[in-house]
């Protein structure tokens, strides 16, 4: 049973593009979190999704940041006209269908870097 | 609103010795859940345990053990006869009883084991 799954595993984007980061769950989860981790800190939580919906994104910033997780496919954090600001370790964790809290398992990481 | 409280920032042991890592859960929720994660130099996340607030029954895993005290909203991890390979950032983090799961970090503690 392969663990999440994160690609690509460093990204280099110069100011003003775009950056798309991949993120498969677990095999039999449905739940999808995005956290990112700023150098030298603790990671923070940015949106929670489950299939076709957004169900908590008060952690994403309010521009230029966007996050789905289809039907079909990976789960995806968008990032458009990046500043260096940006440039931070971003990881996906994912969970089984909820019932009884369940820890979250964490894929490798994006490092995003802004030049 | 919860917080999560790590103050060692850094600890520095030699081979063998016991460490213990602190980890204070600040929330006005009567029922949450704790989580412990590592994280090695190689970067990816690694969950260690999950504790539900209604049982403060301590717990060992081999090397590691947990003593939760929902008096002090503590939750400290110990690590027996510490070895190179336990050298990583070890995160603790919680969440109340329903809403997103969204999980709440500390900043982490750094622990570096000597040979």
């Known amino acids: 049973n392969a663990g999440v799954m994160q690609n690509p595993r460093h990204l280099v984007r110069r100011r003003g593009q775009e950056a798309r980061l991949r993120c498969s769950p677990m095999?039999?989860?449905?739940?999808v979190y995005w956290y990112r981790q700023l150098p030298e800190e603790g990671l923070k939580f940015m949106v929670y999704?489950?299939?076709?919906?957004?169900?908590?994104e008060s952690g994403m910033p309010k521009e230029r940041f966007s996050a789905e997780f289809p039907k079909e496919g990976p789960s995806i954090l968008r990032i458009q006209q990046v500043v260096r600001g940006d440039s931070a370790a971003y990881f996906c964790?994912?969970?089984?269908?909820?019932?009884?809290?369940?820890?979250?398992?964490f894929g490798p990481g994006t490092r995003l870097t802004v030049l | 609103a919860q917080k999560v409280t790590q103050a060692q920032t850094e600890i520095s042991v030699v081979e063998k010795e016991d460490v213990t890592l602190d980890c204070v859960y600040e929330?006005?929720?009567?029922?949450?859940?704790l989580f412990w994660y590592k994280q090695p130099p190689s970067g990816e996340l690694v969950f260690l345990i999950r504790?539900?607030?209604?049982?403060?029954q301590n717990e060992i895993s081999g090397r590691y053990s947990w003593n939760f005290q929902k008096s002090t909203s503590s939750f400290n991890f110990t690590i027996t006869a510490s070895q190179v390979v336990d050298s990583a950032v070890y995160f603790c983090?919680?969440?109340?009883?329903?809403?997103?799961?969204?999980?709440?970090f500390g900043k982490g503690t750094k622990l570096t084991v000597n040979p």
């Open positions: 964790a994912s969970s089984p269908p909820q019932g009884t809290p369940n820890e979250q398992f």
């Open positions: 095999k039999g989860h449905s739940h």
């Open positions: 999704l489950q299939k076709e919906n957004i169900i908590d």
């Open positions: 929330t006005r929720d009567t029922t949450y859940y």
């Open positions: 504790r539900n607030s209604f049982d403060e």
């Open positions: 983090a919680g969440f109340p009883k329903g809403g997103s799961e969204k999980l709440v």
